[in-house]
């Protein structure tokens, strides 16, 4: 009975972090190294917070359902999978104490799957609030982050965007390898509809904000070209990582 045991024992395999896991968990103490504590938000939400509160209105097409998960017909329950983690930035707002520097990790769904993309996928996101923040002290934080993270010097720009709950918007790309710029992440400076919406003074106080998928960071960090590898259960390819 003692040897077979042994036998068993010598057959088994540790197990490991899943690359999701590890990558999340990097990205989390770099940013609380930077001054971010961390808060989560649930993944059940109202319309209110994950749309109304963030200055999206009820004609963005991210509301309709073919981009949503909608836990009833929308026309009954306003409940929902949340589409992103900045419902946790709008529960902070209006609980906690300024300044405000967070960040806030969690699953998000949206209906869509390819290589690149999940209906189910990681994102991490950050917040300050505070008296004085302009968008030079948010490209100085993000450049310090993704240097750290790839623990090299990186080329990274700032292209003006669109986002309904930062104005200016901008999204950042790297410039990565021979694949030429990448887009990495969505930030800007916080509307002040949505701080407003939190009864945040915006004579006094002003915001800034980034989002960003662990997914994608996770695809460049280790060479992955399919973003459904890591969710598929294969051995194979998850034995690969340590």
Not at 86 to 107: K, V
Request: proline share 5%; aromatic share 12%.
């Amino acid at each position: 009975m003692n040897d077979k045991l042994g036998i068993l024992e010598l057959n088994q395999s540790s197990g490991s972090f899943h690359p999701i896991t590890t990558t999340l968990k990097e990205i989390s103490l770099l940013l609380q190294d930077l001054g971010f504590t961390q808060a989560s938000g649930p993944e059940i939400e109202s319309e209110k917070f994950n749309f109304d509160m963030l200055n999206i209105k009820e004609s963005h097409p991210a509301r309709q359902m073919h981009d949503t998960f909608y836990l009833n017909s929308k026309s009954s329950s306003d409940y929902l999978l949340r589409t992103h983690t900045s419902n946790t930035q709008i529960h902070a707002m209006l609980s906690e104490d300024l300044p405000l520097y967070m960040l806030s990790p969690g699953r998000v769904f949206r209906c869509d799957s390819d290589t690149t993309h999940l209906p189910m996928f990681t994102q991490i996101e950050g917040l300050v609030v505070d008296e004085g923040v302009t968008f030079g002290d948010l490209k100085g934080i993000l450049i310090d982050f993704l240097e750290d993270f790839f623990n090299e010097k990186m080329d990274v720009r700032f292209r003006p965007s669109y986002f309904p709950f930062t104005e200016p918007s901008a999204e950042v790309d790297i410039k990565f390898g021979n694949k030429g710029w990448l887009e990495i992440l969505g930030c800007g400076m916080v509307h002040p509809n949505v701080l407003k919406g939190c009864n945040i003074d915006t004579k006094k106080f002003r915001g800034f904000a980034f989002g960003m998928g662990i997914e994608r960071l996770a695809m460049l960090y280790y060479g992955v070209t399919d973003i459904r590898e890591f969710y598929s259960s294969n051995l194979d390819f998850l034995n690969q990582f340590p």
